[in-house]
């Protein structure tokens, strides 16, 4: 097996750990503001990094585009933490998996790219996945 495919498991355990200690961190007080800035002066840092070596220049009339994406992040983000911190993280974290549904239905949507059956077949598990960790939470009873 070649250890790329190692890589989502790994994103996957830390994402989880990530989880959990940030429900924590709102727990103890930390607002959704303040760990949502935070978070981002981590991501600034270490994204610096990788741009600081392959720099290439600047295309001004295409710079909409990417402030686009930082802000939908960020604001994704922000109701990420909210959801932790309001919610149950057991629930949370599966259902943002289904994301990978979203990412599928988008590039279909907008022509970006061709979605080959491999997609399809992660974007269909995927959401059988949610559907399933969602049946045990349909109890009127839990708060999610």
Known sequence: M???????????VIYALAAILAKR???????????????NAVFFIFFLIPAAIVWQPVHWGQIGWPILGGLL???????????????????QSPLMGSKVIFVALISLG???????????????????????????????????
């Open 110 to 144: 907008t022509g970006a790219e061709s979605v080959v059956s491999g997609v399809w077949l992660g974007a269909s598990l995927t959401a059988g996945a949610v559907f399933l960790l969602g049946y045990s939470s349909w109890d009127s009873s839990r708060r999610t």
């Open 25 to 39: 961190a709102l727990a103890e007080g930390c607002g959704i503001l303040r760990f949502t800035v935070l978070c």
């Open 2 to 12: 070649q250890s790329y495919y190692l890589w989502p498991l790994l994103a996957a």
């Open 73 to 91: 992040f960020f604001l994704g983000q922000i109701l990420t933490v909210a959801a932790i911190r309001v919610g149950d993280v057991s629930v």
